[in-house]
């Protein structure tokens, strides 16, 4: 595995990177965002995408967060929307309103249910039922690039992986231009996912998203309601650690490293990263797949 680690083979400058970041919810946590976007955004990404909360809960903090990327950085954002808790006609203004300040990528999604993740979901009346019809909706008031999401191990409410794979591909046949997967610790998960969806002809890039585990006991809370396996070695990486952060931050590293570099060993050139609003790690994977950060931070650490 240690040969893995060979510059030479991953710094070839054919890595897409793109980044996803939730809206700060209080002063310190925008402070703590916008640190993250000024050290991540000289790698270039391909584009940063900001979450829309549960149940439309941000919709205003998803605006400011999106609106203030275009307003100081030459970063692309694109911003996440959800069909939960609004009529067709407040989505759209939504998206209007993103298009008249210059975003052109939308994520949509359907969202969890209003009662959460398990409860049962029901459209909002005189919402957007699927989001099939929001991908649609978004391609009739613009010209819109539109993510939506994929599944490796299924949506935990999808009776099967076919099913999933069907919904997968009504988002397509409605016009979606990319799936970002939720995020895996298998890296063998995602290979099987991507050949089903190919042999159901499907033929979007399906991009993986990476969650670097920078705190394992909050990782598996988030598996466990996103349908994710957290596999044994993985627990056993980390076993013990839960108070020395130091130790933690070097596993963590090398675990994520390890998946990302067997990604590109096996073909794969575009990664999505669950950054959860803190660069360090990102910033440390990024470097070793290659990725150097360009124009003025470039400049001032070569001055
Ligand atoms: P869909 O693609 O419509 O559904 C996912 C799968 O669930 C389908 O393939 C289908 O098989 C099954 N399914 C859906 N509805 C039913 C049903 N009624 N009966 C049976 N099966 C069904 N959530 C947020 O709130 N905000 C975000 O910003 C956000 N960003 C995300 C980004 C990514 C990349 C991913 C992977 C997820 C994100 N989510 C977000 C979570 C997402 O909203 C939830 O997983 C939600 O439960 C499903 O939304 P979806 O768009 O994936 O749904």
């Given at each position: 595995?240690l040969s ?5 083979r991953?710094g070839?400058g ?10 700060p ?14 050290r ?5 990404p391909?584009?940063v995408?900001?979450?829309y909360g549960?149940?439309g809960?941000t919709?205003?903090?998803t605006?400011?967060t ?9 970063l ?8 939960v808790?609004a009529?067709?006609e ?8 993103y298009?008249?300040i ?6 949509a999604?359907r969202?969890?249910?209003?009662g959460?993740?398990?409860?049962r979901y ?6 957007y039922v ?17 993510s ?8 935990p409410?999808?009776?099967s992986?076919d099913a ?13 231009d990319?799936a ?6 298998d ?10 969806v190919?042999?159901?002809?499907i033929?979007?890039p399906?991009?993986p998203g990476?969650l670097?585990?920078?705190?394992f ?16 070695w ?6 013990g ?12 590293a ?8 067997d990604?590109?060993d ?6 999505h ?7 360090d ?7 070793l797949l290659?990725?150097?950060p ?7 650490a070569a001055?």
């Amino acid at each position: 595995m240690l040969s893995a680690f060979r510059p030479s083979r991953h710094g070839s400058g054919r890595i897409r990177v793109s980044f996803e970041f939730f809206p700060p919810k209080t002063p310190d946590m925008e402070v703590t965002l916008w640190k993250s976007i000024e050290r991540l955004a000289p790698l270039s990404p391909s584009f940063v995408s900001v979450t829309y909360g549960a149940g439309g809960s941000t919709r205003e903090r998803t605006h400011n967060t999106v609106a203030r990327i275009l307003r100081e950085t030459s970063l692309k954002p694109a911003a996440h929307l959800t069909c939960v808790a609004a009529t067709r006609e407040e989505v759209d203004e939504v998206v209007r309103a993103y298009w008249e300040i210059g975003v052109r990528h939308i994520v949509a999604l359907r969202g969890d249910p209003v009662g959460g993740v398990g409860a049962r979901y029901e459209p909002h009346p005189g919402g957007y039922v699927q989001v099939c019809d929001l991908v649609k909706g978004i391609k009739a008031i613009g010209d819109f690039e539109v993510s939506v999401s994929a599944y490796p191990e299924k949506h935990p409410e999808a009776a099967s992986l076919d099913a999933d794979i069907d919904a997968l591909k009504a988002k397509v046949d409605c016009g979606a231009d990319r799936a970002i997967t939720q995020f895996f610790f298998d890296n063998d998960l995602y290979f099987r996912y991507v050949d089903r969806v190919r042999a159901r002809g499907i033929t979007i890039p399906i991009v993986p998203g990476i969650l670097p585990v920078q705190n394992f006991r909050q990782a598996a809370n988030f598996a466990a309601r996103a349908g994710a396996s957290v596999p044994e070695w993985l627990a056993a990486r980390f076993e013990g650690l839960d108070e020395d952060i130091e130790t933690r931050r070097l596993i963590a590293a090398a675990v994520a490293a390890e998946q990302v570099i067997d990604l590109v060993d096996r073909g794969v050139s575009d990664f999505h990263f669950y950054t959860m609003n803190r660069a360090d790690l990102v910033y440390a994977i990024c470097h070793l797949l290659g990725l150097r950060p360009q124009g003025a931070a470039a400049e001032r650490a070569a001055a």
